[in-house]
């Protein structure tokens, strides 16, 4: 884990939504059809911000290169889901060295 990486990524209030609503996307994406074993939709997310998908997108890319997302491809669609084991890594990190 890049540390700097990671406090990079999560400082923007939108990625912090983000990682936020992937926490629990039963709650955040109930109107997502095809359940949740993938993640959720580039395009779920985008409406939900409110943001362009390019924005989003980047939003995303950030996140899944410090290591706190990963992502799925099927089909046409992107799907993302947290990392869990990263903030485990993360809060060790924090309580060890911080």
Do not use: D
């Amino acid at each position: 884990m890049n540390e700097l990486e990671v406090f990079k990524a999560l400082s923007n209030k939108t990625r912090l939504e983000i990682l936020q609503w992937l926490k629990a996307p039963e709650r955040h994406f109930p109107e997502q059809i095809n359940g949740f074993k993938l993640g959720i939709s580039v395009g779920q997310i985008q409406r939900k911000s409110g943001l362009t998908q390019s924005t989003v997108s980047e939003f995303l890319i950030i996140l899944q290169r410090a290591g706190l997302v990963k992502s799925v491809r099927k089909g046409q669609a992107t799907y993302y889901s947290r990392k869990e084991e990263a903030f485990v890594t993360l809060a060790q990190f924090i309580q060890a060295e911080l």
